[in-house]
């Protein structure tokens, strides 16, 4: 069992940045692939990004190529999702995910965290 905790979340304006974190405790966190998703009112949940256990490989949805960007911190237990360039558009409720994927541009979610809220004011 992984148990996942987003935080960062909040109000930012268009044009500005946000860094969301997704943390655990437990000492296998490393063995799993981490993305990110959203979802925003009326919206279905929808893919952000992606990060290999490795840390070597990245994937994003066009919505955020050039402004987000995912990393981890093995030692920290922690992955982060650096917003920049906000847009109201990214407003929604940010979940952060594990799975046992190898291949991020296929990345299956096993674990989930309880969200955090991101709003971006025009």
């Known amino acids: 069992q992984v148990q996942l905790v987003e935080s960062g979340g ?4 268009a044009g500005g940045s946000l860094r969301l974190s997704c943390a655990t405790s437990g000492r296998t966190f490393s063995m799993y692939s981490v993305a990110w998703f959203r979802q925003a009112p009326g919206k279905e949940r ?6 290999r256990r490795s840390g070597d490989s990245t994937y994003y949805a066009e919505s955020a190529k050039g402004r987000f960007t995912i990393s981890r911190d093995k030692d920290k237990n922690t992955v982060y999702l650096q917003m920049n360039s906000l847009k109201p558009e990214d407003t929604a ?3 952060c995910s ?11 979610p096993a674990y989930w965290g309880q969200g955090t809220q991101v709003t971006v004011s025009s």
Do not use: K
């Open 10 to 13: 909040g109000l930012a304006q």
């Open 93 to 95: 409720v940010y979940y």
């Open 98 to 108: 594990a799975g046992a994927s190898t291949v991020v541009a296929t990345f299956t």
């Open 46 to 51: 929808e893919f952000v990004a992606a990060i």
